[in-house]
C-alpha cells in the first residue's frame, strides 16, 4: 500500500512540475530541463508500478 502512495505523490509532483514549466515558467531559460525532470520522475513511477504489478516489489 505505501508502494502506491509513492507512485501517487512521485506523479503529482511531476504533474505540477509539468504545470510549471508549461505555464508561469515557459519564459524560464532553463525550462527544457523542468521538462526532463518530469519525464524521468514519470518513468521512475512506471517502473516502480511495474515492479508492483509484476511482483517484483
Known amino acids: 500500500m505505501a508502494l ?3 507512485v501517487a505523490f512521485i ?3 511531476a504533474t505540477l512540475i509539468l504545470a510549471l514549466s508549461v505555464g508561469p515558467l515557459r519564459s ?3 525550462v527544457g530541463t523542468l ?3 518530469a519525464v524521468v520522475q514519470y ?3 512506471a517502473l516502480l508500478a511495474g515492479a508492483r504489478l ?3 516489489a
Open 35 to 37: 521538462r526532463a525532470l
Open 43 to 45: 518513468v521512475a513511477a
Open 4 to 6: 502506491w502512495l509513492v
Open 54 to 56: 509484476t511482483g517484483n
Open 11 to 13: 506523479v503529482l509532483s
Open 28 to 30: 524560464v531559460p532553463n
